[in-house]
C-alpha cells in the first residue's frame, strides 16, 4: 500500500464504495533511461493531442483566429450569460443547503477522523488558495472600473444600453456608485466562485476519503454512473477537467504576464507588447519546471509561504499609508452594500445591465469553474477531518472574507485617490498599469511596485506548478506519485498555450478559451451537485 493510500485511509465508520478498480489500472508505463512514464492511456492522449492540436493551429493561423476568438467569446457570454448566472446561483445554494441539513455532520475521512491542520495552518492555505494573481490584476482596476461606469450613468443606442455599469448605475453620484463598485466587485470574488470551487473540493474530499476512490474528478460520479465511471463516461468527465484547467490557469498566465509587463515598463521603461509578455511567459514557465522538479514541499510550498508574506506586507502598507480610515471603515459599508445589492447582481433573466452581466459576470464564472479542478483538489487535499458544515462554512467565509478585505484596501484606496484628491492617472491607466498608477502616488512607489512585480511573477509560478500537479494527477489516472516527467510536459504546454493566445489575440483570446472550456465543464459540476448529495445522504454521521 502506497503512502498516499495509506494518508487517505478512513478512520471510524464510513461507507465505502466497493469496486474492483485498482488505482492506474488502465495506465501505460514506460521507461525510457531515467525517465519514465506512467499515464492514463486514453484521458493522457486525448488531453495532449488536443492540446497540442490547439497550441499548433493558433500559432500556424494568428491572424485568422483572432476573430474567431473575439465572435467565440461575445456568442458564449451573450447566450449563455443566463445559464451561467443561474448556475453560480445554484451552487451557493447547493453549499448552503448542505451545511443546515443533516448532512453537515457527515466527517470527511470517517466518524473519527481527525483534522490534518490546525485551524491557523488551515485557513492560511484557503486564504493562500484564494489570494490568487487574480486580486493582483483585479484589486485596482475592477472596483475602478465599476465605479467610473456607475458614476458615468446610462447609455442606451437602439434601445440597448452600451455603457458597462452595473444595474442601473449610478449617475453622479459619487458615494453610491463607490457602493455599487465595491458592492459588483465583491459578488465577483466572494460567495459565488468560493461555492463553485466548495462543491468540487467536497466531491473530491468525499469520494477519495470516505468512498476509497482515487483522488480524481470522475470518482465524484460513480453514485450517477456506477462501474462506468471507469470507462467512457469517465474519460471524458478527466479529459474535460484537463482541458477546463490548462486554459483557466492560461488564462491567468496571460493575465500575469501583461500585468508585469506593464509594471517593468512603468518602473524600469521596458517596451511593453507581445515580445516581452512571452518572454515573461517562457521565464515564469522554466522557474516553474524548477520548482516542478524540486517537488512540493521544496518548491510550491516555499513560494507560497513566500508570496503570503509579501502580499500581506503589501496589504498592511498601503493601509499604513493609504486613507486608512476610509479603508477600515470602508470594508464593513462594501460588506453591507454587497448583500444589499445582491439578490439584483445574481438574477439571471431580464437583464438591462447586458455589458455588465455577459462580459463581466458570464467570463468570470466561466473562469472560476475552469479553475474549479485545480482549487478544488488543492482543498479537498487539505481539508481531511473536517465536518462537512465546517468545511462548508469557512471555505466560502474565509477566502471571501479575504477578497472583501483586499479589494477594499486596494480598490477604496484608488477610488479615494480619484474622488478626495482628483488623481485621474488611476482611472485613465490600461488595466494591467491600475495597480502601479495607484502606488505611484503612495511612499516608496518605487519599491512597493517592484514587490507587486514580484507577487505577480511568484503567484505565477506556484499556480503553473501546483496547476501542473492537478492536471497530472487526472492524466495518470489519479496517481497522485506519478513520475515529474509529466508533470514537465503539462507545465510547459501551460505555459504554450499561453503564448498561443497572447499571439492568436491577447486577452480577449484567453478570455474566449476560458469560456469554452469553462462551459462543458458547467454541466459537469451542475451534475456533480448531484452526486455528492447522493454520497453524503449515504454516510454515517459523526455524533
Known amino acids: 500500500m502506497s503512502d498516499a493510500k495509506e494518508l487517505m485511509a478512513p478512520d471510524g465508520k464510513v461507507n465505502p464504495i466497493d469496486t474492483d478498480y485498482q488505482v492506474g489500472q488502465d495506465n501505460v508505463v514506460v521507461n525510457v533511461g531515467p525517465l519514465g512514464l506512467d499515464i492514463h492511456n486514453r484521458v493522457f492522449a486525448i488531453s495532449a493531442l488536443l492540446v497540442i492540436a490547439f ?13 474567431m476568438f473575439s465572435g467565440l467569446r461575445g456568442w458564449l457570454t451573450s447566450n449563455l450569460d443566463w445559464f451561467f448566472i443561474s448556475s453560480g446561483n445554484i451552487f451557493v445554494l447547493v453549499c448552503l443547503g448542505l451545511a443546515f441539513s443533516p448532512l453537515g455532520k457527515v466527517r470527511l475521512g470517517g ?21 490568487g494573481i487574480g486580486l493582483m490584476f483585479f484589486g485596482v482596476s475592477e472596483p475602478l472600473s ?6 458615468g450613468g446610462t447609455s442606451i443606442e437602439n434601445g440597448v444600453r452600451t455603457d458597462w455599469a452595473p444595474l442601473g448605475a449610478a449617475a453622479g453620484n459619487t458615494e453610491e456608485a463607490a457602493r455599487l463598485g465595491m458592492a459588483a466587485t465583491i459578488y465577483h470574488w466572494g460567495l459565488h466562485p468560493w461555492a463553485i470551487y466548495a462543491v468540487l473540493a467536497l466531491g473530491l474530499a468525499l469520494f477519495s476519503f470516505n468512498k476509497g476512490l482515487p483522488l480524481t474528478m470522475r470518482s465524484v460520479f460513480y453514485p450517477l454512473l456506477g462501474e462506468r465511471v471507469w470507462g467512457w463516461p469517465g474519460h471524458i468527465i478527466d479529459i ?91 470594508v464593513f459599508s462594501n460588506l453591507g452594500a454587497y448583500l444589499e445589492y445582491l439578490p439584483a447582481l445574481s438574477n439571471p433573466v431580464g437583464r438591462e ?8 459576470t458570464a467570463f468570470y464564472w466561466a473562469w472560476w469553474i475552469s479553475w474549479s479542478p485545480f482549487v478544488g483538489m488543492f482543498i479537498a487535499r487539505v481539508s481531511r477531518g473536517r465536518s462537512v458544515r465546517e468545511f462548508i462554512v469557512s471555505v466560502l467565509l ?42 505611484d502616488v503612495l511612499p516608496l512607489a518605487k519599491i512597493t ?37 509529466q508533470r ?27 469560456v469554452s472550456t469553462g462551459f462543458p465543464f458547467t454541466v459537469v459540476l451542475l451534475v456533480a451537485c448531484i452526486a455528492v448529495v447522493k454520497g453524503l445522504a449515504s454516510e454515517p454521521r459523526a455524533d
Open 55 to 67: 497550441v499548433v493551429l493558433t500559432l500556424a493561423f494568428q491572424s485568422q483566429v483572432e476573430p
Open 111 to 131: 466518524t473519527e477522523a481527525t483534522p490534518d491542520y490546525s485551524y491557523l495552518g488551515w485557513f492560511s492555505m484557503l486564504f493562500a488558495a484564494g489570494m
Open 146 to 151: 465599476h465605479f467610473s461606469s456607475s458614476l
Open 240 to 330: 474535460l477537467a484537463v482541458l477546463a484547467t490548462l486554459f483557466g490557469l492560461a488564462t491567468s498566465l496571460g493575465f500575469g504576464a501583461a500585468q508585469a509587463s506593464s509594471g517593468l515598463n512603468y518602473l524600469f521603461g521596458i517596451p511593453e507588447g507581445n515580445t516581452t509578455q512571452i518572454i515573461l511567459v517562457i521565464a515564469i514557465t522554466l522557474i516553474a519546471l524548477v520548482s516542478v522538479v524540486a517537488g512540493l514541499d521544496a518548491g510550491v510550498k516555499r513560494l507560497s509561504e513566500i508570496n503570503m508574506v509579501l502580499a500581506l506586507m503589501l496589504l498592511l502598507f498601503v493601509i499604513a499609508v493609504g486613507p486608512t480610515l476610509a479603508i477600515l471603515s470602508g
Open 353 to 360: 445591465d447586458v455589458n455588465f452581466s455577459q462580459g463581466w
Open 398 to 439: 474565509i477566502p471571501s472574507a479575504a477578497c472583501v478585505l483586499w479589494m477594499s484596501v486596494f480598490g477604496g484606496t484608488a477610488i479615494n485617490q480619484v474622488v478626495n484628491d482628483g488623481y485621474q492617472a488611476v482611472t485613465q491607466a490600461a488595466l494591467p498599469l491600475q495597480l502601479f498608477t495607484m502606488l
Open 449 to 485: 511596485s517592484f514587490i507587486a512585480i514580484i507577487l505577480v511573477v511568484v503567484f505565477f509560478i506556484t499556480s503553473s506548478d501546483s496547476g501542473s500537479l492537478v492536471i497530472d494527477v487526472i492524466a495518470a489516472g489519479g496517481k497522485v506519485d506519478a513520475p515529474t516527467p
Open 488 to 514: 514537465v510536459f503539462w507545465c510547459s504546454f501551460e505555459g504554450l498555450i499561453a503564448i498561443a493566445l497572447i499571439l492568436g489575440g491577447g486577452l480577449v483570446a484567453l478570455q474566449a478559451m476560458s
